[in-house]
């Protein structure tokens, strides 16, 4: 370590002059080394970068400025039903008990937030644009096609009358992380069309005998 | 022969170079790490693969574990034009300094009438305070008019910023500018609650709204 030499009394006037000079140019950096890493430390604990993430969603505008329409066309749709960590959800139209379709009346299925249950739902449903997706990404890679060529496409793809459009409805006990993990999977399966409405009183009646 | 000196090895080390990492890292920390401010709650946000950053111009609505409704806006100029309307509209008087202390603040959840001591509370206090939230139900909709004046204000501090942006010779998208409406919900939070905070942005046909979320590594 090195040390300031202390003043001794005058002393070493002829023996520690080469001594005095050499010791007085260091300074010990201890303290001030542990003072900087303890500092450093202590940064690098607090400090966050990432700036939240957002994802952004558009709910459809509000039923009185739009034509009601009872059942709009939907050909190609699938409805999920949330309630408190479970999903159900039926495909195409909806038929109530007393309004039955062509194959009776609507009868809920059941599905979990797993990679196996809704993810792979979504992507059998949802092949069209994941087929599509695909080859757009090949051609990107190839660079046959530029990058605002290939955004344009997919939302294309997402658009097309064959791409699965998701209703999202939920009941009263499904917590906000089922709805943005619902959500979450939707754009993890590129579903272009995602529309969360309310539920019916009917549909509500179907989830709460599924729970019990 | 001559013996070998054996040259004396002094055991301290020059630490100098050292020293010169350990503070050049820590002045770039120290410029580098962003303080949040504190909140009155804590929000525990879901996850998701998005990976947009959050907006610069943002309407923040928090709706916590219990369905508490707390506000919040970036643009401080935009609050403080904000304050004035809303207490011009229920006639709640705020000195300056409130004001100004208003215009640095991060979210609140109380009722107009409580908001003057609200403000001139320490942030601790705040912290411990029971309130309600902001309300909003349909006899007495505080939030829908903190949503709608505060679109109104950042609207203009926006288009203020965009001219800026402009005057310096940047060819600016406008919609950057816009304001961007934000919700900060609780995982464990019912979905009704936001549903029904939901519902006061569509009342003012504000259809397009950001969940923020941490992230998350998207499956291959």
Redesign the interface.
């Known amino acids: ?2 040390e300031i030499a202390e003043g001794g009394g005058g002393g070493g006037h002829n023996k520690g002059k080469k001594r005095a000079k050499k010791s007085s140019t ?1 300074v010990d ?2 303290p ?2 542990d003072l ?2 303890l ?2 430390t202590f ?2 604990l ?17 039923p009185e ?1 739009i034509v009601p329409e009872e059942q709009p066309k939907i050909n190609n749709a699938i409805t999920f039903l ?1 309630s408190e960590d479970k999903i159900f959800y039926y495909s195409g139209q909806y038929y109530p008990k007393n309004a039955p379709g062509p194959k009776g009346p609507t009868v809920l299925e059941e599905t979990d937030f797993s ?1 196996k249950g809704i ?1 792979k739902l979504l992507a059998d449903r949802n092949a069209y644009v994941l087929k599509g997706k695909e080859g757009l990404d090949k051609k990107l890679k190839s660079k046959q096609i530029q990058d605002s060529t290939y955004l344009r496409m997919l939302i294309d793809f997402k658009k097309d009358p064959d791409a699965l459009k998701v209703l999202v409805k ?1 009941d ?10 619902l ?2 999977e939707l ?2 399966a590129e579903i272009g069309v995602i529309a969360p409405v309310d539920i019916l009183a009917s549909e509500l009646e179907l989830v709460k005998e599924k729970v019990k | 022969m001559p013996k070998i000196k054996m040259p004396k090895s ?3 080390i020059d ?2 170079p ?2 010169d990492l ?2 050049l ?2 002045t770039f ?2 410029l ?5 401010s504190s909140e009155p709650v804590e929000v525990d ?11 610069e111009n943002v309407v923040l609505v928090t ?1 916590d574990r219990g369905g508490r409704v707390f506000f919040n806006m970036s643009d401080p100029e935009a609050r403080r034009e904000l304050l004035m309307n809303m207490a011009g509209k229920y006639k709640v008087g705020f000195s300056d300094e409130q004001i100004s202390k208003f215009t640095f603040m991060s979210s609140f959840g109380c009722t107009m009438q409580e908001l003057p001591a609200y403000i001139d509370m320490p942030a601790e206090a705040r912290k411990n305070l029971n309130t309600k939230g902001i309300p909003f139900d349909s006899t007495n909709n505080q939030l829908r008019d903190w949503i709608n004046f505060g679109n109104m204000a950042a609207l203009n501090s926006g288009r203020t910023s965009f001219e800026e942006a402009k005057m310096k010779g940047d060819s600016p998208d406008p919609n950057d500018f816009k304001p ?1 409406f ?1 919700l900060r ?11 029904n905070v ?1 519902n006061v ?3 003012l ?1 504000l ?10 590594m ?2 291959l």
């Open positions: 370590m090195a260091r950096m201890t001030m080394v900087a890493f500092l450093l940064f690098v607090t400090s966050t970068f990432s700036k939240p993430k957002v994802m952004s969603l558009v709910y459809p505008a509000k400025d949330l990679a993810r939920t009263d006990k499904a917590t906000c992380k089922n709805f943005i993990d959500i979450d754009k993890i | 002094s055991p301290s630490m100098t050292m020293v350990a503070f890292l820590v920390f120290m580098a790490a962003s303080f949040r946000v879901p996850s998701s693969i998005s990976d947009k950053i959050i907006p709706i961007k934000t919900v609780d995982n464990k939070a019912l979905y009704v609650h936001a549903q939901i942005f569509r009342d046909d259809n397009n709204l950001n969940f923020i979320t941490s992230m998350e998207a499956p």
